[in-house]
């Protein structure tokens, strides 16, 4: 059959010349088009955090567990000045979106209570921002050695002129309000990138549903940026009750302590902001 | 195409002309209120002490010495301005014979730390405490 | 045309095509990824892969979305719509890795199922500010599944043409879907406006070209035709259709095409077996009625396709009185012969 110039055929080998010249426009659009949006949408991207998680590779540490009111690790710093002690928490977060508790209940069950004993323990470190995190990946097996807490950890209470922690029990720092994002730490830390925002809200309620403490994150806009442990006001976990506040700007009253190297808001005053007139319209059309 | 279908076509692309239009309007006047900035809350610090003996600028932060007046006690001000992302940072003061250890960092901000004697040319050590590795070494 | 159903019947055109796709697909993914590992070597490999295959896909459904209204406007495109549902298929297995990574990354491993977690981890659905956007998105690649799996021409005669049609329509709605799922999604994380405008530019190229499609293929109403004694109406002039080509009438609600070869004049309904193409906008081609869709033929006298193959469509009878074209708009049974009218 011989090609027309002016209809197209589909089955022909060969499409009509003036065809071949539009087709071949477009193939010339779409190779200009299709790399400046690639470049375009890559670039304008608002960025990701420098969080790490050290997938694959685990960590042995060494330090007390600490169980209320959210799970931690906490480790002696060594030789301090005036022998004042000095500490840093690792916050003990369980495989998969899962709590610790889950894995610390099943090694309690074992070997009977662990709060206040050190711990040896195994897992992947997850750390961004100054705070760190230990997934215990493999669960049961994560736990390699107990020991009655050594003499040296046993804080003492002198040389408070070093601004060091001297005291085991965290320190009270007043009643505070907070406005920022609820998430969790794990993700937000370095698992996932964005760990926080409107996509990842459903993976952050996910891993808060699953045990992990939810984390209030506040930022000032210029890179600086604090984090905030959230428990109910008796050191309960508040995870249920927050589910529908998590990922979206919210403001939180309560009281703030510092537990060495980390900050816990005891709170049950949880308060969305950012309500929009279209949601208040969508309420009012469902009658409620 | 069928008429029916070719019209059915003109329904569903003016009704998209109409609802998408709507959405994208109601979508976009969600965003500017979406990111909520706060100065977050600082640590009680201890008052910096008012005379500045040096500075030093190092990677991502600031360390200043300072004492008060002609008294002998000399602090350590470091001003944190990108967080380093290491799972631990401890500030140790080196010595001839050891490396004490007077604080932890975390996020950006400003932390102040006593120093154990009065020299004015303290050797600072930031250490990751877990991986055992020295992170930035400063010089007064 | 087809005798028997083969997985996909190639030829030099549709191998061109599938490199083209593969080679834009290959060219996107690698600069987006390397430009990632480049300018945000923070960023996880499964971000990577969920970002990627999204503007992938997203950006494909606008190309797929264009070429229909773009053929109607300048029929010079028609060799990007005579393979599409390649594109399309492309398109929803790449958002089907979007998709997956997603429910792995967000919704897996939880204290509940995956497809539980997607439906009630977010559960206010009655506020528009807090609308579960991912749910969107799992609708949209429902219908892209059910169009990629019916897209072969076996779906398409089994389901008959119609309804084959209609249920494909279904990428209008998942356009619809895809866009808000953008909206209430990324760009409620991302700040810059870029994303807003390209999106922007995105919807008005789409709805524009399509209606401004629909304006052009609108048919105004004809006027009534004058009707004859004996069922038949007179149409037009013999003059009014080019050698070879058609004149397409709507009568008593009978899609007609009326063609004028070799000093005849013949009709047909005016819809092709295939997918109801426009026959009327077709040729005569070495004698047979072409499709300008997918290149399916007939012959003009019976409504038949040529052997060996066996699609038919209505024929209506034709007469010629001088130079006036007269149809009896009742039609006949498919492949019936009419009695040839000349001029």
């Not at chain 1, 197209?8 to 299709?34: D, E, H, N």
């Not at chain 1, 085991?168 to 998430?183: C, F, K, Q, R």
């Not at chain 2, 640590?43 to 003996?53: E, G, K, M, N």
């Not at chain 3, 309904?269 to 009625?289: S, Y």
Request: proline share 6%; charged share 15%; hydrophobic share 45%.
């Amino acid at each position: 059959m011989k090609t027309e110039i002016d209809f197209y055929i589909g089955w022909q080998a060969k499409a009509p010349l003036p065809f071949r010249r539009a087709v071949r426009r477009a193939i010339i659009t779409m190779a200009v088009t299709v790399p400046i949006l690639a470049g375009l949408l890559v670039w304008k991207q608002r960025g990701f955090s420098g969080g790490v998680f050290e997938y694959g590779k685990l960590t042995i540490l060494e330090g007390e567990l600490i169980r209320t009111p959210v799970p931690f690790l906490r480790i002696p710093v060594k030789q301090t000045v005036g022998n004042v002690p000095l500490f840093e928490r690792i916050l003990l977060i369980g495989y998969n979106k899962r709590g610790a508790d889950s894995t610390l209940n099943q090694w309690e069950a074992k070997r009977g209570t662990l709060a206040n004993k050190t711990l040896t323990v195994r897992g992947t470190l997850i750390y961004h921002d100054g705070k760190a995190a230990l997934e215990l990946t493999e669960e049961n097996d994560a736990l390699l050695r107990v020991s009655a807490l050594k003499e040296s950890d046993v804080p003492t209470h002198n040389m408070a002129r070093f601004q060091l922690s001297p005291s085991a029990s965290p320190v009270n720092l007043g009643m505070v309000t907070l406005s920022g994002e609820i998430t969790d730490p794990k993700c937000m830390l370095g698992v996932m990138k964005p760990g926080e925002g409107r996509p990842h809200r459903s993976c952050a309620v996910r891993c808060i549903a699953g045990g992990i403490p939810p984390l209030l994150s506040v930022r000032n806009g210029t890179d600086h940026a604090n984090y905030y442990l959230i428990v109910e006001p008796d050191g309960q976990p508040l995870n249920a009750s927050i589910l529908k506040d998590v990922g979206r700007p919210v403001q939180l009253s309560g009281r703030l302590e510092k537990a060495d190297n980390w900050l816990i808001l005891y709170t049950d005053s949880v308060r969305a902001l950012a309500k929009t007139k279209l949601d208040e319209g969508s309420q009012i059309a469902m009658c409620r | 195409m069928t008429p029916t279908l070719r019209q059915t076509h003109r329904v569903a692309w003016l009704l998209l002309a109409i609802i998408l239009p709507m959405g994208f309007v109601a979508a976009l006047q969600l965003k500017p209120d979406s990111i909520v900035w706060e100065q977050p809350i600082s640590l009680p610090l201890a008052a910096p002490l008012p005379v500045l003996v040096k500075s030093v600028e190092n990677t991502g932060l600031q360390a200043n010495l300072r004492r008060e007046g002609q008294s002998t006690d000399r602090q350590l001000e470091i001003i944190v301005r990108q967080s380093l992302e290491v799972p631990s940072v401890v500030v140790r003061v080196v010595s001839r014979t050891n490396e004490l250890a007077i604080g932890t960092l975390d996020v950006a901000g400003v932390y102040h730390f006593m120093l154990p004697d009065s020299t004015d040319h303290p050797t600072i050590i930031l250490v990751d405490e877990v991986n055992h590795v020295v992170l930035q070494t400063i010089h007064f | 045309m087809a005798l028997h159903y083969q997985a996909v019947s190639w030829n030099r055109q549709k191998t061109l095509y599938d490199w083209a796709i593969a080679g834009f697909v290959g060219l996107y993914l690698l600069i987006f990824c390397g430009l990632q590992a480049i300018l945000f070597p923070d960023v996880t490999a499964e971000t990577v892969i969920i970002r990627a295959t999204s503007t992938l896909a997203f950006l494909m459904l606008h190309v797929i979305l264009m070429i229909g209204p773009l053929c109607r406007l300048n029929p010079r495109f028609l060799p990007l719509l005579y393979n599409r549902r390649h594109l399309g298929v492309s398109m929803f297995l790449i958002s089907a890795v979007h998709s997956v990574f997603s429910l792995l990354q967000f919704h897996s491993r939880g204290n509940v199922g995956m497809l539980k977690s997607l439906f009630t981890s977010e559960p206010d659905y009655r506020h528009f500010s807090q609308f579960p956007f991912q749910t969107l998105g799992f609708f949209a690649l429902l219908i892209l599944l059910v169009m990629a799996a019916t897209s072969h021409d076996f779906w398409l005669k089994n389901l008959t043409p119609r309804l084959w049609k209609t249920l494909h329509m279904g990428v209008y709605v998942v356009y619809g879907l895809i866009v808000m799922h953008v909206l209430l999604g990324v760009l409620q994380q991302e700040t810059s406006s870029l994303y807003v405008i390209l999106l922007a530019c995105g919807v008005v190229t789409i709805v524009g070209l399509h209606l401004a499609a629909a304006f052009v293929s609108h048919q105004p109403n004809q006027p009534a035709p004058k009707t004859g004694t004996d069922g038949f109406v007179s149409v037009c002039d013999v003059n009014d259709i080019h050698e070879n080509r058609a004149k397409t009438m709507l009568i008593n609600g009978q899609n007609i095409a009326i063609f004028r070869y070799d000093g005849k004049v013949s009709a047909v309904n005016n819809q092709c077996r295939h997918q109801n193409g426009p026959l009327g906008e077709g040729k005569i081609i070495d004698g047979c009625i072409t499709c300008p869709w997918h290149g399916y033929q007939y012959q003009p006298q019976n409504g038949q396709s040529p052997p060996p193959f066996t699609e038919k469509v209505e024929t209506y009878a034709v007469k010629c009185i001088g130079t006036t074209i007269w149809v009896n708009p009742t039609p006949s049974l498919p492949g019936t012969p009419q009695t040839t009218a000349f001029f």
